[in-house]
């Protein structure tokens, strides 16, 4: 009686197939691989290699589309088109090329350190005199040089035609009947100038000055008329006809304002017109503005100022 072989394939086959079910059987689990591991409880085919991969269907986009009621979670390789590995999602097929959607924005991480510290720029050019202004030399950035404002208006010069300062007030439009002016000088320092006076008294604001001592010495304090907190610009000069001296308000803030501060005992008050001294016999509750002497050459002024003056 002759027996019949079974083709070598047809063996190999049933022989995997038993294997499979047997794996199944025992475990729930299948394990493909070289080394006899066992498969993991917790996947139902587990595939293990070094040196091989897992290769799914592969077929073209036509190919696919045909595929009929497709499972949500198949898996397959495009060929063609955008080339690479779609899944069904239950409604569409969808890439796994494709980006999603940009997730909101993380929070603020930690501020880095800090970096090093720049190039210094340009400095004010050296140089230059009271009253002159830095000016641009050109279009170039930063490129600047001090020059004398031109001043437009009128200004105010002496008999030897030194130019007292611009004038920013004049009492009556004609000069003949007005009896001061008052002018800013080059050093930004505001005075008023009698015009029809012929003594030796240039300047006068019109308020009395208060002194802690006899006979008009001491410290002198300028009376501000009342006891309310007040500023005065610090650069309006006040006159002293008892000490021939320009005083401004002491201790501007950076606005260029002076307060006003509580006086200490006054001995004696000096007349606003006459420059006479007359003793204090009670002490004063007004306010005042501590002084401070300014020279002619810091206020911008000759040393003496030549009459007749003229206004151009």
């Known amino acids: 009686m002759g027996i019949k072989l079974l083709p070598t394939s047809l063996l190999m086959g049933a022989a995997l197939l038993t294997l499979l079910s047997t794996a199944q059987a025992q475990t729930g689990s299948v394990a493909v691989n070289t080394d006899g591991s066992t498969a993991d409880n917790s996947a139902l085919l587990d595939v293990k290699s070094t040196t091989q991969g897992l290769l799914v269907p592969r077929m073209n986009a036509q190919q696919r589309g045909l595929i009929s009621s497709p499972a949500t979670g198949l898996l397959v390789y495009q060929t063609d ?72 208006g009128l200004a105010v010069y002496d008999a030897n035609n030194v130019k007292l300062g611009i004038l920013i007030d004049l009492p009556a439009a004609n000069i003949a009947s007005s ?83 509580t006086m200490p005992t006054i001995a004696t008050s000096e007349s606003p017109t006459t420059g006479l001294c007359s003793a204090v016999t009670t002490q004063p509750t007004t306010l005042g503005y501590a002084l401070t002497p300014v020279t002619r050459a810091t206020a911008g002024l000759p040393t003496v100022i030549a009459r007749p003056l003229a206004i151009r």
């Open 81 to 152: 088109g955008t080339a690479g590995f779609y899944f069904y999602n239950g409604t569409a097929w969808t890439s796994l090329s494709t980006p999603g959607t940009t997730g909101p924005q993380g929070p603020t991480g930690p501020t880095g350190a800090t970096g090093p510290q720049g190039p210094a720029g340009p400095g004010v050019p050296t140089g230059g005199t009271a009253g002159q202004v830095l000016t641009k030399v050109d279009a170039t950035n930063y490129n600047t040089q001090w020059a004398t404002p031109g001043g437009g």
């Open 179 to 261: 009896n001061y002016v008052t002018v800013q000088t080059s050093a930004g320092y505001v005075v008023t100038i009698y015009l029809t006076r012929n003594n030796n008294s240039d300047f006068l604001l019109g308020t009395q000055i208060y002194w802690t001592g006899a006979n008009c010495s001491g410290t002198p304090y300028l009376n501000a008329g009342s006891s309310t907190a007040n500023y005065r610009a610090a650069k309006v000069l006040t006159y002293s006809y008892s000490s021939g001296s320009l005083y401004s308000a002491s201790n501007p803030n950076s606005d260029g304002t002076s307060p006003t501060v």
